[in-house]
């Protein structure tokens, strides 16, 4: 049976992968710290609940213990950890918001990767670390936490793959755009929160919010992932990268050039009429 060692399994994108990689037989290791989920994803078979927090070394090893009570070997491990922010860049909690985004989003893949190492060494195994559009698109106002962690992510992704090209380990990235998960659900009250409290862009935020109330309306179902990341895990030659569901708006953006971006938001900022409702 082949063995999965799968972070951020208790959320969003992970509960529906996790469900089908046991559907198809793999024994999957589910990490995260819900235990209320955990407990859930046990119920699955072949599915083993660890309870792991990507910030804490002690945490990551204790889970590789625990995967050492059942194998020695690892097929794959999968990265889906992770965390993401509305929030400013130099107002407010911007430095804490932006350290605990690199913390979990960056840290957190390269740390159970290190530690997770020798087991997929054993297998011939291969790493899946869980990027984003961000990654790769044009950075947005007011993501940038996130962005700057996804794109960390993306180097720290592409200089590992390079270096465990030496070993046959292949390192696959994951590239999707905004799906409907807690994470996407939790950027509403994020920007409530951000719109409260700044100091700056409160009237450029209330003309963003038709924008962004068209981005979570667009968010896609979770489960159009699972084919993506089966392919990823069991295909024989894997790609380097899957890029799925960029969503339209970051695509189109994609179409202009840097300066006409700006120019964009210049704009926006000046003409837009939509205004939030207030209640
Ligand atoms: N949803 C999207 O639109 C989207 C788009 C592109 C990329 N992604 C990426 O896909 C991955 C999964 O996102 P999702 O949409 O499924 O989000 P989600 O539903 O919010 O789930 C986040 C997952 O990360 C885990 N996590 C967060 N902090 C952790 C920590 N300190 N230690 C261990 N686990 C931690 C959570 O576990 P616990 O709750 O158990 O702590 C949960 O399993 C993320 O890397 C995200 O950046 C998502």
Known sequence: MKSVFFTGATGGLGQVCVQALSGRGWQVFAAGTNEARLAQLGQLPHVVPVRMDVCSQQSVEDARDAVLQHTDRLD???????????????????????????????????????????????????????????????????????????????????????????????????????YNTDMVGQLEAQFDQTLRQTTRYQAMLQRLWPLMLAVLHSSRDPREVVPVVVKALESPRPRRQYRLGTGWALSLLELLPEGGVDRLYRLLGRLAQGRRKTT
Do not use: H
Not at 121 to 126: I, T, W
Not at 148 to 175: C, H, T, W
């Open 76 to 178: 794959v491990v999968v990265n889906f950890a992770g965390i993401s922010a509305f929030a400013r860049l130099v107002e407010g909690q911007a430095l804490p918001i932006l350290q605990r985004n690199l913390d979990i989003n960056l840290m957190g893949t390269a740390r159970v990767n290190a530690v997770m190492l020798p087991l997929l060494e054993r297998a011939s195994g291969r790493i899946v670390n869980c990027s984003s559009s961000v990654g790769w698109t044009t950075a947005q106002p007011f993501a940038g936490a996130y962005t700057a962690s996804k794109r960390a992510l993306e180097g720290y992704n592409d200089s590992l793959r390079r270096e465990l090209m030496f070993v046959s380990i292949p390192v696959i990235k994951l590239q999707f755009g905004a």
